[in-house]
């Protein structure tokens, strides 16, 4: 069955600091992996998808994540952080043979002034 | 372009009641999902519904129904409430195959007294 692994809870960095959010897969076959955000009592917004092609992805705000066969990672990052990018954020995977998205448990990100 | 949009926002109900939670795709989707999200964790799947037909259904007992009319729109329906089945529910829509990004609503909170 697909999983994936959020391993911090919390992440703090300052602004303009780069920042890095982790995440690891589990999957049979190839994965499709997505990051999401979420903002207090709002549903869920797309930041980028790995689906095949080139390991490092650019997604919307300046976001980009790192897809990593070999350590099963999918890192998501910004070279400058901003105090507006504090949120929930969310790693996923799809499941094969229909579109269930498989969540991780979510990395409350904090960026400080 | 308008998102997707769920209806109603808020909702407070008692134990053993009924629910229908209602969902309209962004225009030109045909796939809708659901989500169940209990506060803390990261969401659930509960349905997929493709051309009006289920295509996947997630660990969720029979209480919980779904179906998608002619026009993609889709209601989620749960009987017999239960306090535990206070949540955010979430309606993805997307295109149509297993690439494709689906795209959340703002979500219902359901809260059960």
């Known amino acids: 069955a697909q999983s994936v692994a959020q391993p911090e809870d919390q992440v703090n960095v300052a602004e303009g600091n780069p920042l890095t959010v982790k995440c690891t897969y589990s999957?049979?076959?190839?994965?499709?992996l997505f990051w999401y955000v979420q903002y207090p009592n709002r549903g869920l917004q797309f930041l980028l998808k790995y689906i095949t092609g080139d390991n490092l992805v650019k997604g919307s705000y300046g976001f980009e994540a790192e897809f990593n066969k070999s350590q099963t990672s999918f890192h998501l990052k910004k070279p400058s952080a901003l105090v507006s990018d504090s949120a929930l954020y969310f790693c996923?995977?799809?499941?094969?043979?229909?579109?269930?998205?498989?969540f991780g448990t979510g990395t409350r990100l904090l960026v400080s002034p | 372009d308008a998102g997707v949009t769920q209806s109603p926002t808020h909702l407070i109900k008692t134990r053993g009641q009924q629910v229908t939670l209602r969902c309209s795709p962004i225009s030109g989707h045909k796939s809708v999902s659901w989500y169940q999200q209990v506060l803390g964790q990261g969401p659930q799947f509960i349905f997929q519904y493709y051309e009006k037909e289920e295509r996947g259904r997630g660990n969720f007992p029979d209480r919980f129904s779904a179906r998608q009319f002619p026009n993609y729109s889709s209601e989620l329906n749960v009987n017999a409430l239960l306090l535990g089945d206070s949540a955010l529910y979430l309606c993805?829509?997307?295109?149509?195959?297993?690439?494709?990004?689906?795209?959340f609503g703002p979500g219902t909170r359901l809260t059960v007294l």
């Open positions: 993805a829509s997307s295109l149509r195959g297993q690439s494709d990004t689906q795209y």
């Open positions: 999957v049979s076959g190839n994965p499709y």
């Open positions: 996923a995977v799809r499941s094969t043979g229909f579109q269930k998205l498989v």
